[in-house]
């Protein structure tokens, strides 16, 4: 026995909210004898149409048995029937729905049959939350009842008592307010009158206890539908309710759930992406959830893992995030980034290798089970008396990135179907802010690599400066950049000193700055001065700019670069440089005194403005200190160029240290704040060579000067102990100082350097450079060139002020005289 007392009616819900379904009357030989509204809509099939024809004109179940009698009996002896089937529409469509026909019995033994039927594709709705509800509502326990015009109950199930205590004897052919007097009851009837009336189907939602239960009120959704004849007239009311407790739990949890995974996808670390994933999750789902990534998206490398691993290996795991309800997690053997033990035969096995969830309600904890393959899991697994658990693949782009394994310790309540769907759309939310996460780490570090890959990994100053650098990305939130450096040794002893600095971040600036950098060395290779290097490099950044063009007729897309060239002689302690919109260099004399040279900043590569190039030549003392940088070590959010001008000049402002010192106090006095650009410094101590290592002659364009050129080069030789060479050397000579005089014009120069190796260069007026051929057997001459080359480590030409130089070098012999 029950009371109406204890029935709070709720809130009207819309019908869509608990019931999108239609509903059909059939009688014992499965002819329609009621109709609804609801059913109209999906069929298209009126009162009219329907009413008094066999349930086939919609079911193909019908059809499909051998008579519906046959199929009506089927349904009588197994008390019902529910499954997915297919409905014909009016205008000839076939729908996908759900169908359940539930056994109603009446007075005097007759029996009627309620078939309701649901759409299974929904017209609207969040996704998840309809996955939540529609498989609750599906196996949940309906209580149904029809009643006439004057709302006698006729037909009810058996279900019904168990909802209010009524047994079905007491309840038929009366009125509710005859069995259940009060308040409460005469407000159903008048939902029961409205909905007769007008015809329009209402839904409630109302809590009560249920008479056999002790513990919470179970919460219930009813809904009132019109029951229409062959006239199209009221027949009456069609009363359904369903116990949706465990539905309405689980979508208050899926709401703090949806609301709370608004948060995730805040950063593009996966490690901290997998560890919001955790957090969320304890103790809204699980007791002890960790979120284990596949190996390649911890660390931004190697390829993905497809779904549905094959072979024997199975994906190596690092655990990347996990949340407990007790303090220090101890239901953990692992600490983040530590690789993850995957026992063959465990349930986490099998994820890995099918791909598809796990739900196991009652883990089997026994001795000699695969929790025992892992000792110290193991341990932890009994120890915490883990005895649920879900274990959900974290699935994106058809790969594998890893999953999330959910435990119960505490909570006593298996996990459940519910459960599982709740915990898949929540890793399906994680999925995507991890999938952002690991594309971005995975272009960070192939950008980074390749960057790393492009710069030079040893500074080979020669004997004209010693060097040092310091290369610092950017951090993590805006990937990496294009700044490049380099010392590149040139003839003479000289060296070239660049830094320059690409626009932008990521891949393409990183591709674009190794394409540059490979640009300067080949234009350094021709020996041009500084501004025409420059020039020729705006050229190829122009030019790269027009290849980059989706279309020919597109504007070309400006690459954009900055760079600073300089060369520095150590015979004339004089260092050339040009700037193409880059800060000009820190030079520090041997006192410490720091000063920037009034440089001409020049246009960035790339712009096309046609303004030519200005060099600047200074003389530096020996000792000094250049350095070279890009604009991230001097300019940051809240600190302008001068700014960071006056810091770098204060940082360097310390006589005595060496370079790999300043290189880390400069790089130190950065502001705290994480950078936006990246920082690249090269510092450079000039050297200089020492009168006794550089010696030149003036010889006269003459034939005669090429026997002087002979002899003065084989006496330096010997004075500077390298004999083995003077026979290849006076070779080199003649062949040089012929060419000279027989193509070039004015005074002629011949100068030997010793350093690293033994340059030879001979200088003349003429401007242009020799050029090697092929020389016939018939030809007396062409052969020159062709000796310097087999007699030379190298050999080459440079234009100069008033002429030009070429030059040959030769190694020197392991053992040499002062």
Not at 125 to 132: L, Q
Not at 219 to 246: K, R, Y
Not at 539 to 565: F, I, K, S
Not at 733 to 754: F, P
């Amino acid at each position: 026995m029950t009371s109406l007392d204890a029935v709070t009616l709720g809130k009207q819900l819309n019908a869509t909210d608990v019931f999108d379904t239609a509903i059909a009357v059939l009688d014992e030989e499965g002819t329609v004898t009621a109709w609804t509204h609801t059913a109209e809509g999906l069929v298209g099939y009126s009162a009219r149409d329907a009413v008094g024809r066999s349930a086939a004109l919609v079911l193909p179940s019908f059809t499909e048995a051998t008579s519906p009698s046959v199929f009506v009996e089927q349904c009588r002896a197994e008390n019902g029937w529910s499954g997915a089937t297919a409905v014909r529409h009016r205008d000839g469509r076939v729908l996908d729905v759900s169908v359940r026909i539930t056994m109603l019995r009446g007075q005097d033994g007759t029996a009627r049959w309620l078939a309701s039927v649901t759409d299974t594709v929904p017209q609207s709705g969040d996704a998840i939350d309809r996955s939540v509800r529609g498989p609750l509502l599906a196996r949940a326990p309906i209580a149904v009842g029809i009643r006439d015009r004057q709302l006698r109950c006729t037909y009810v199930n058996d279900v019904a008592e168990s909802h209010d205590g009524l047994p079905r004897d007491r309840r038929l052919g009366r009125r509710f307010t005859e069995v259940l007097p009060g308040a409460n009851a005469e407000a159903i009837e008048a939902v029961m009158r409205q909905v007769v009336h007008n015809g329009a189907p209402k839904v409630h939602e109302y809590r009560m206890w249920l008479p056999t239960s002790q513990g919470p009120e179970h919460q219930f959704a009813v809904s009132f539908q019109c029951l229409q004849g062959a006239d199209g007239e009221s027949l009456g009311v069609c009363v359904i309710s369903a116990d949706v407790t465990a539905s309405w739990q689980a979508r208050e949890r899926l709401a703090v759930l949806s609301q709370a995974g608004t948060r995730l996808g805040s950063t593009l670390d996966v490690m901290q992406a997998s560890q919001e994933l955790a957090d969320l999750a304890v103790p809204l789902l699980a007791d002890y959830v960790a979120v284990d990534l596949e190996q390649s998206v911890s660390f931004g490398e190697g390829p993905p893992v497809g779904i549905g691993v094959t072979g024997k290996r199975l994906p190596a795991l690092r655990l990347a995030g996990q949340a407990s309800i007790h303090h220090g997690v101890p239901e953990s053997p692992w600490v983040r980034g530590e690789p993850i033990n995957v026992p063959p035969a465990s349930p986490l096995a099998a994820v890995l290798r099918t791909g598809t969830s796990r739900l196991v309600p009652v883990m089997d904890t026994a001795a000699g089970t695969w929790v025992d393959k892992v000792p110290e899991l193991a341990h932890r697994v009994r120890e915490n008396d883990m005895h649920s658990i879900m274990i959900v693949p974290i699935r994106a782009r058809r790969a594998l990135l890893g999953v999330a394994l959910f435990v119960r310790t505490e909570d006593s309540v298996p996990f459940d179907e519910v459960d599982l769907l709740l915990g898949e759309g929540l890793v399906g939310r994680a999925a995507r802010a991890l999938d952002n996460a690991r594309q971005y780490a995975r272009k960070h570090t192939a950008a980074l690599t390749l960057q790393r890959h492009l710069l030079p990994h040893h500074l080979t100053g020669g004997t004209a400066v010693e060097a040092a650098s310091r290369y610092l990305p950017a951090d993590v939130d805006h990937g990496v950049g294009g700044d490049w450096f380099d010392v590149i040794p040139l003839s003479g002893a000289r060296v070239a000193l660049v830094v320059g600095d690409v626009l932008g971040h990521g891949l393409h600036a990183a591709a674009t700055m190794g394409r540059l950098r490979t640009a300067v060395h080949t234009l350094a290779d021709m020996d041009l001065p500084p501004d025409e290097l420059l020039a020729h490099l705006d050229d190829t950044v122009q030019r790269m700019g027009e290849e980059d063009a989706d279309t020919p007729d597109q504007a070309h897309v400006v690459a954009g670069a900055t760079c600073l060239y300089a060369v520095y002689d150590p015979a004339s302690r004089r260092c050339t440089m040009a700037s193409a919109g880059h800060p000009p260099p820190a030079i520090i004399d041997p006192q410490g005194r720091v000063s920037y040279p009034d440089l001409p900043t020049g246009a960035p590569l790339g712009v096309g403005l046609g303004d030519p190039f200005e060099s600047v030549e200074l003389e530096l003392a020996e000792g000094s200190v250049l350095a070279l940088y890009t604009d991230g070590l001097i300019e940051t959010r809240d600190h302008d160029i001068e700014q960071g001008m006056h810091r770098l000049r204060t940082a360097l402002a310390q006589p005595g240290r060496t370079l790999e010192d300043l290189c880390d106090i400069a790089t130190q006095t950065l502001p705290d704040q994480a950078q936006c650009d990246d920082v690249t410094l090269l510092l450079v101590r000039t050297r200089s060579l020492s009168p006794s290592q550089v010696v030149s002659w003036a010889l006269p364009g003459e034939r005669s000067a090429v026997r002087s050129a002979r002899n003065l080069a084989a006496r330096q030789l010997t004075e500077w102990g390298l004999e083995g060479l003077e026979d290849a050397t006076k070779l080199i000579v003649s062949e040089l100082v012929t060419n000279a005089i027989r193509h070039g014009t004015g005074q002629i120069e011949l100068r030997l350097i010793r350093h690293q190796v033994l340059t030879c260069e001979v200088s003349d007026a003429g401007p242009c450079p020799p050029r090697p051929r092929r020389a016939r057997t018939t030809d007396e001459n062409g052969r020159g060139l062709f000796l310097v080359t087999n007699l030379s480590r190298r050999w080459g030409s440079r234009s100069i002020t008033g002429g030009k130089v070429v030059w040959a070098e030769q190694d020197l012999p392991h053992t040499s005289g002062p």
